[in-house]
């Protein structure tokens, strides 16, 4: 067998080389790019729908969650509204701030955009700290 002779370079392809591509294989990169820009934006698309029924079910289950934590507070507001313990007072409109605490925290972290559920909360803030005087 005979060894090849070393190949020697045109001095386009040569300072093509020199350069960091040759011809060719910008039109073989800029295709695969192409093709893989393709194929990521059908991927996304494609799952989308599932994205958003996902971050849906995501909000819906904060909402009840916040929703629960709110009648929960006014509940124990309701309670300290109506009793004439001192004691018991203090401690349900205690238990309503700190609930307020934590859920305008949940709700800063995850949702600070939903204006709805932060009406609702300053309205049991404004509530409790009512209820205190």
């Not at 370079?9 to 060719?24: D, K, N, V």
């Not at 294989?25 to 698309?45: D, G, N, P, V």
């Not at 819906?60 to 007072?89: E, H, Y």
């Amino acid at each position: 067998m005979s060894a090849l002779p070393p190949r020697v370079p045109s001095s386009e392809s040569a300072q093509s080389a020199a350069e960091g591509h040759s011809a060719g294989s910008w039109a073989y990169h800029s295709a695969k790019t192409s093709t893989t820009a393709i194929c990521q934006r059908r991927f996304f698309e494609a799952i989308e729908p599932l994205r958003l029924a996902g971050k849906l079910k995501q909000t819906q289950s904060l909402l009840s969650l916040v929703g629960s934590g709110i009648q929960m507070a006014n509940a124990f507001l309701d309670v300290a509204a109506q009793t004439k313990d001192p004691a018991l007072r203090a401690r349900c409109i205690s238990k309503a701030e700190k609930s307020h605490q934590t859920l305008i925290k949940l709700v800063q972290m995850t949702a600070p955009e939903r204006i709805d559920l932060i009406a609702s909360l300053d309205e049991l803030r404004w509530r409790y700290k009512w209820l205190r005087l």
